[in-house]
């Protein structure tokens, strides 16, 4: 399985930005699919996931309502719209895929099998 998160840039305070990560490897249904970042000097986070069919979605409190998850499982993507972005969210962005048989939203990055190696976004004030 192999990942690779795009879309990253320099944007400023309130702009939107849409991350994609593409997919190869098994069956990209079988997998419940996650956003998460890092900022400089923090810990990883959770930002958002996807249910393997689409139907589930779950953010981070910090991003809810800016934020919106997506897939499309006959590209073999996931996307993040990340609208009304604030300096804070500037940060490293990973996708992520669990491997699963239910449709679940999982938000420990542990829970995650496959990583991608990451998109960086900066907002500035």
């Known amino acids: 399985v192999q990942l690779q998160a795009s879309g990253g840039g320099l944007v400023q305070y309130g702009d939107s930005l849409r991350l994609s990560c593409g997919y190869s490897?098994?069956?990209?249904?079988?997998?419940?699919m996650g956003w998460f970042r890092q900022a400089p000097g923090k810990e990883r986070e959770f930002v958002a996931a996807?249910?393997?069919?689409?139907?589930?979605?779950g953010y981070a409190d910090s991003v809810k309502g800016r934020f919106a998850v997506s897939r499309n499982n006959a590209k073999n993507a996931v996307y993040l719209q990340m609208n009304s972005l604030k300096p804070e969210d500037t940060a490293v962005y990973y996708c992520?895929?669990?491997?699963?048989?239910?449709?679940?939203?999982?938000?420990?990055?542990?829970?995650?099998?496959?990583w991608g190696q990451g998109t960086l976004v900066t907002v500035s004030s």
């Open positions: 992520a895929a669990s491997f699963t048989l239910a449709e679940v939203v999982k938000t420990h990055q542990n829970d995650y099998d496959y």
């Open positions: 490897g098994r069956t990209f249904s079988t997998f419940t």
């Open positions: 996807i249910s393997r069919g689409g139907g589930r979605t």
